[in-house]
Protein backbone atom coordinates (compact mmCIF):
# COMPACT_ATOMS: atom_id res chain seq x y z
CA UNK A 1 0.00 0.00 0.00
CA UNK A 2 2.41 2.85 -1.05
CA UNK A 3 -0.01 5.17 -3.13
CA UNK A 4 -1.47 8.25 -1.70
CA UNK A 5 -2.55 8.49 1.68
CA UNK A 6 -5.88 9.13 3.11
CA UNK A 7 -6.77 11.03 5.64
CA UNK A 8 -9.34 10.90 8.78
CA UNK A 9 -12.59 11.46 7.84
CA UNK A 10 -12.09 10.82 3.94
CA UNK A 11 -14.21 8.70 2.00
CA UNK A 12 -13.11 5.41 1.38
CA UNK A 13 -14.89 3.23 -1.54
CA UNK A 14 -14.27 -0.06 -0.78
CA UNK A 15 -15.12 -2.23 -3.42
CA UNK A 16 -14.82 -6.23 -4.28
CA UNK A 17 -13.08 -7.45 -7.65
CA UNK A 18 -14.48 -10.44 -9.26
CA UNK A 19 -12.31 -11.84 -11.75
CA UNK A 20 -11.06 -8.19 -12.67
CA UNK A 21 -14.66 -6.84 -12.50
CA UNK A 22 -16.16 -4.90 -10.01
CA UNK A 23 -19.07 -6.52 -8.88
CA UNK A 24 -19.47 -4.47 -5.01
CA UNK A 25 -18.84 -1.35 -3.58
CA UNK A 26 -19.79 0.22 -0.44
CA UNK A 27 -18.65 3.64 1.27
CA UNK A 28 -16.54 4.03 4.11
CA UNK A 29 -14.81 6.31 6.56
CA UNK A 30 -10.68 6.85 7.13
CA UNK A 31 -9.90 6.27 10.85
CA UNK A 32 -6.47 5.85 10.38
CA UNK A 33 -4.09 5.28 7.35
CA UNK A 34 -0.18 4.71 8.38
CA UNK A 35 2.24 2.82 6.91
CA UNK A 36 1.05 0.04 9.10
CA UNK A 37 -2.41 0.01 9.13
CA UNK A 38 -5.40 1.10 7.18
CA UNK A 39 -8.29 1.75 9.42
CA UNK A 40 -11.77 1.73 7.98
CA UNK A 41 -15.31 2.48 8.99
CA UNK A 42 -18.20 1.31 7.48
CA UNK A 43 -21.18 3.47 9.24
CA UNK A 44 -25.08 2.31 9.73
CA UNK A 45 -26.53 2.79 7.02
CA UNK A 46 -23.78 2.80 4.28
CA UNK A 47 -25.42 1.99 0.68
CA UNK A 48 -24.35 -0.90 -1.05
CA UNK A 49 -24.03 -0.53 -4.74
CA UNK A 50 -23.98 -3.15 -7.13
CA UNK A 51 -23.08 -2.23 -10.96
CA UNK A 52 -25.82 -3.24 -13.47
CA UNK A 53 -23.30 -4.20 -16.24
CA UNK A 54 -20.51 -6.92 -16.40
CA UNK A 55 -19.59 -10.48 -16.68
CA UNK A 56 -20.15 -11.99 -14.04
CA UNK A 57 -19.97 -15.58 -14.05
CA UNK A 58 -20.37 -16.78 -11.10
CA UNK A 59 -23.55 -14.97 -10.98
CA UNK A 60 -24.62 -11.17 -8.79
CA UNK A 61 -23.02 -10.68 -5.35
CA UNK A 62 -24.74 -12.34 -2.76
CA UNK A 63 -25.73 -9.44 -0.92
CA UNK A 64 -27.63 -8.18 -3.87
CA UNK A 65 -29.68 -11.43 -4.53
CA UNK A 66 -30.69 -11.44 -1.07
CA UNK A 67 -32.19 -7.84 -1.18
CA UNK A 68 -29.68 -6.23 0.97
CA UNK A 69 -29.00 -2.40 0.34
CA UNK A 70 -27.35 -0.83 2.91
CA UNK A 71 -25.15 -1.48 6.12
CA UNK A 72 -27.37 -2.62 9.45
CA UNK A 73 -27.04 -2.65 13.08
CA UNK A 74 -23.60 -0.64 14.75
CA UNK A 75 -21.03 0.57 12.27
CA UNK A 76 -17.95 -1.86 11.96
CA UNK A 77 -14.41 -0.69 11.89
CA UNK A 78 -11.87 -2.49 9.62
CA UNK A 79 -8.41 -3.27 10.39
CA UNK A 80 -5.88 -4.12 7.55
CA UNK A 81 -1.79 -4.63 7.33
CA UNK A 82 -0.35 -3.78 4.22
CA UNK A 83 -0.07 -7.06 1.96
CA UNK A 84 -1.99 -9.04 4.46
CA UNK A 85 -5.10 -11.38 2.95
CA UNK A 86 -7.24 -10.19 6.06
CA UNK A 87 -8.80 -7.71 7.82
CA UNK A 88 -9.58 -7.43 11.56
CA UNK A 89 -13.24 -6.43 11.99
CA UNK A 90 -14.76 -4.79 15.24
CA UNK A 91 -18.05 -5.50 16.02
CA UNK A 92 -20.46 -3.63 18.88
CA UNK A 93 -23.98 -4.35 19.92
CA UNK A 94 -26.83 -3.00 22.13
CA UNK A 95 -28.25 0.77 22.87
CA UNK A 96 -24.86 1.26 25.12
CA UNK A 97 -22.29 0.15 22.36
CA UNK A 98 -20.75 -2.55 24.00
CA UNK A 99 -18.15 -4.61 21.99
CA UNK A 100 -18.97 -7.88 20.84
CA UNK A 101 -15.86 -10.08 19.53
CA UNK A 102 -13.06 -9.63 16.64
CA UNK A 103 -14.21 -11.06 13.35
CA UNK A 104 -11.21 -12.09 11.01
CA UNK A 105 -11.98 -11.47 7.71
CA UNK A 106 -10.16 -13.46 5.12
CA UNK A 107 -10.05 -11.36 1.87
CA UNK A 108 -7.17 -10.18 -1.00
CA UNK A 109 -5.10 -8.23 0.57
CA UNK A 110 -6.37 -4.86 -0.48
CA UNK A 111 -5.09 -2.28 -3.54
CA UNK A 112 -5.45 1.09 -3.56
CA UNK A 113 -7.53 3.17 -6.18
CA UNK A 114 -7.70 6.79 -7.50
CA UNK A 115 -11.38 6.88 -5.19
CA UNK A 116 -10.38 3.99 -1.99
CA UNK A 117 -9.34 0.05 -1.97
CA UNK A 118 -10.52 -2.85 -4.21
CA UNK A 119 -10.47 -6.47 -2.27
CA UNK A 120 -12.42 -9.38 -2.28
CA UNK A 121 -13.76 -11.27 0.28
CA UNK A 122 -12.91 -15.06 0.70
CA UNK A 123 -15.98 -16.27 2.46
CA UNK A 124 -13.95 -18.16 5.29
CA UNK A 125 -13.69 -16.87 8.18
CA UNK A 126 -12.91 -17.25 12.11
CA UNK A 127 -14.77 -15.32 14.89
CA UNK A 128 -13.99 -14.52 18.32
CA UNK A 129 -16.54 -13.05 21.05
CA UNK A 130 -15.94 -10.95 23.37
CA UNK A 131 -17.20 -13.76 25.82
CA UNK A 132 -15.64 -16.93 24.08
CA UNK A 133 -12.44 -18.76 25.60
CA UNK A 134 -11.65 -19.38 21.90
CA UNK A 135 -12.31 -18.54 18.08
CA UNK A 136 -14.55 -20.66 15.93
CA UNK A 137 -14.75 -20.53 12.41
CA UNK A 138 -17.51 -19.95 10.25
CA UNK A 139 -18.53 -20.23 6.60
CA UNK A 140 -17.19 -23.41 5.99
CA UNK A 141 -19.28 -25.10 4.09
CA UNK A 142 -20.13 -21.72 2.49
CA UNK A 143 -16.65 -21.52 1.30
CA UNK A 144 -16.46 -25.40 -0.03
CA UNK A 145 -19.12 -24.41 -2.20
CA UNK A 146 -18.14 -21.41 -3.20
CA UNK A 147 -15.02 -23.37 -4.71
CA UNK A 148 -17.12 -25.98 -6.57
CA UNK A 149 -18.93 -22.60 -7.93
CA UNK A 150 -15.53 -21.61 -9.44
CA UNK A 151 -15.49 -18.27 -7.66
CA UNK A 152 -11.97 -18.10 -6.46
CA UNK A 153 -9.90 -20.35 -9.29
CA UNK A 154 -6.53 -21.82 -8.31
CA UNK A 155 -7.23 -19.67 -5.06
CA UNK A 156 -8.49 -22.48 -2.55
CA UNK A 157 -5.69 -24.21 -0.95
CA UNK A 158 -3.83 -20.35 -0.23
CA UNK A 159 -6.88 -19.11 1.30
CA UNK A 160 -7.36 -22.23 3.38
CA UNK A 161 -3.65 -21.42 4.19
CA UNK A 162 -4.29 -17.99 5.65
CA UNK A 163 -7.21 -18.92 7.73
CA UNK A 164 -4.84 -22.04 9.50
CA UNK A 165 -1.97 -19.09 10.04
CA UNK A 166 -4.75 -16.79 11.73
CA UNK A 167 -5.90 -19.52 13.47
CA UNK A 168 -2.59 -20.93 15.01
CA UNK A 169 -1.41 -17.57 15.76
CA UNK A 170 -4.15 -17.16 18.07
CA UNK A 171 -3.56 -20.46 19.30
CA UNK A 172 0.05 -19.48 20.38
CA UNK A 173 -1.51 -16.11 22.22
CA UNK A 174 -0.61 -13.92 19.45
CA UNK A 175 -2.16 -10.83 18.92
CA UNK A 176 -1.46 -8.78 16.28
CA UNK A 177 -3.89 -5.51 16.51
CA UNK A 178 -4.44 -3.36 19.11
CA UNK A 179 -7.31 -4.45 21.51
CA UNK A 180 -7.72 -0.72 22.53
CA UNK A 181 -9.88 -0.49 19.04
CA UNK A 182 -12.79 -2.59 21.07
CA UNK A 183 -13.00 1.04 23.12
CA UNK A 184 -13.00 3.24 19.80
CA UNK A 185 -15.95 5.77 19.05
CA UNK A 186 -16.62 6.98 15.52
CA UNK A 187 -16.94 10.89 15.94
CA UNK A 188 -20.27 11.55 16.14
CA UNK A 189 -20.56 14.33 13.37
CA UNK A 190 -19.64 11.16 10.93
CA UNK A 191 -23.16 10.40 8.93
CA UNK A 192 -23.24 7.55 6.22
CA UNK A 193 -21.81 8.84 3.06
CA UNK A 194 -22.71 7.94 -0.96
CA UNK A 195 -21.40 6.75 -3.14
CA UNK A 196 -19.65 8.50 -5.77
CA UNK A 197 -20.66 9.24 -9.22
CA UNK A 198 -19.01 7.07 -11.53
CA UNK A 199 -17.99 4.68 -8.62
CA UNK A 200 -18.30 1.51 -10.62
CA UNK A 201 -16.14 2.73 -13.35
CA UNK A 202 -12.75 3.53 -11.87
CA UNK A 203 -10.50 0.71 -13.20
CA UNK A 204 -9.31 -2.03 -10.75
CA UNK A 205 -6.34 -1.72 -9.75
CA UNK A 206 -4.02 -4.68 -10.21
Given amino acids: MTAHRFSPGDVVVRREVLRGEVW ?7 VEDSPDLLALYLPTGAEF ?17 AGHRSWWGHGKLMLQRPGEAHSVDVFWTGPDRDFVGWYFNLQD ?6 IGVDTLDHELDLWWAADADR ?15 GR ?12 DRIAALL ?22 PPLPAGWEQVPPAR
Fill in 109 to 114: PVRRTP
Fill in 171 to 192: DAGERWWDPAWAKWQPDPTWSA
Fill in 152 to 163: YPGMGDAIQAEG
Fill in 49 to 65: GFPQSGVFPCGRHPWET
Fill in 24 to 30: FGCPTIC
Fill in 135 to 149: YVWKDVEMFAQRLVE
